[in-house]
Nanobody, 124 residues
Framework: QVQLVESGGGLVQAGGSLRLSCTAS????????MGWFRQAPGKEREFVAA????????FYANSVKGRFTISRDNAKNTVYLQMNSLKPEDTAVYYC?????????????????WGQGTQVTVSS
């Protein structure tokens, strides 16, 4: 069973930046797309960004487009989420996830393996 471990969360002021990392425990990492989701208190877990196994295609939620960038390093079994121009509404627990299907990266139901999450707090 693959394990996903996120890191890089923390407290940052509005307008600041953070880079999240997610490292997978299996070498098959490079065969899968990867996604990032987030969940704020009292809200549903929502899609943030995803990337195909090759890194050639990326997908973003409208709320983060132009501010966040997803990338991956298959040699390191790691996917990244660079978050710039952070806003208080970006405050959430961020999860990386591996999809079981590449049909629709935007859907939570496409993913079957999740990390434990990392907290991102943006102060105003």
């Amino acid at each position: 069973q693959v394990q996903l471990v996120e890191s890089g969360g923390g407290l940052v002021q509005a307008g600041g930046s953070l880079r999240l990392s997610c490292t997978a425990s299996e070498r098959t990492f490079s065969s899968y797309g990867m996604g990032w989701f987030r969940q704020a208190p009292g809200k549903e877990r929502e899609f943030v960004a995803a990337i195909r196994w090759s890194g050639t295609s990326t997908f973003y939620a409208n709320s983060v487009k132009g501010r966040f960038t997803i990338s991956r390093d298959n040699a390191k079994n790691t996917v990244y989420l660079q978050m710039n121009s952070l806003k208080p509404e970006d405050t959430a627990v961020y999860y990386c996830a591996r999809p079981r299907t590449s049909i629709n990266y935007y859907l939570r139901s496409s993913y079957d393996t999740w990390g434990q999450g990392t907290q991102v707090t943006v102060s105003s």
